[in-house]
């Protein structure tokens, strides 16, 4: 729509001025555009009644619709990049403290955001650290309703997000509806304690390391890249 309106814009802007009853606006007076427009001149009134309401109707749909939205999108991008961050630093420690990790570093926990250090923290040599996180959670009810919380919270966002959100691309929606369904899912999984908590695993890994068994070493965080096109 936005770029529809733009795109003819130049049109009515041209009826204005060879619609107008003066021959040369006085903006083109002097200059090689005069005679061009004088040959143009139609005096018609039709035309620049017409011309005016279209282009004072672009004007005002810009002034009291596209700049509020484009303020409320901008606020709403932000907001929903730094409750996500928030939603990966409260669930790090969770997972940290459901490993047995009492004394969490928050230190770590900062560190950890990276996906690089998430992964080399979590797998290798060092997969006996997810182990514990998944015994963790296995064991503890509290800490599975720990993260539920955390998946809770970041459930609400991204409804949020489609409920105030018109977006323009399709694979934009598209991705947050299969984010908002995932976490749906996994906040009300019906089968077993043990395949809930593996259902878990795999899915805080694949977003916390950037790594899945389907796609391996992914390149960059596809949640925070569909926030960043709000």
């Not at 932000?78 to 230190?107: C, P």
């Not at 976490?183 to 899945?212: K, Q």
Request: aromatic share 14%; net charge negative; glycine share 4%.
């Amino acid at each position: 729509m936005k770029k529809i309106l733009l795109f003819f814009l130049p049109i009515p802007i041209l009826g204005m001025i060879l619609g107008s009853n003066d021959p040369v606006v006085s903006l083109f007076s002097g200059t090689c555009l005069e005679k061009a427009l004088y040959s143009l001149s139609s005096s018609n009134s039709i035309l620049f009644n017409l011309s005016c309401g279209y282009t004072i109707s672009v004007f005002f749909w810009y002034l009291l619709v596209e700049i509020p939205e484009s303020n409320q999108r901008g606020i709403i991008r932000d907001n929903m990049s730094q409750r996500y961050i928030s939603f990966k630093k409260s669930t790090i420690f969770n997972m940290l403290y459901a490993s047995g990790d009492v004394g969490v570093d928050y230190e770590l926990v900062d560190e950890l955001l990276d996906h690089k250090k998430f992964r080399e923290y979590f797998s290798g040599q060092n997969k006996q650290r997810w182990d514990d996180v998944l015994n963790g959670l296995d064991e503890n009810e509290r800490h599975i309703k720990d993260v539920h919380n955390d998946l809770e919270l970041l459930y609400n966002d991204v409804s949020y997000v489609l409920n105030n959100i018109r977006f323009a691309n399709k694979k934009s929606h598209s991705l947050f509806v299969d984010l908002q369904e995932n976490i749906f899912r996994l906040l009300n999984y019906n089968d077993c304690h043990y395949d809930h908590v593996r259902a878990l695993s795999n899915f805080l890994f694949t977003m916390f390391a950037l790594w899945s068994l389907v796609d391996g070493d992914m390149d960059e965080d596809v949640v925070q890249k569909m926030i960043d096109q709000i």
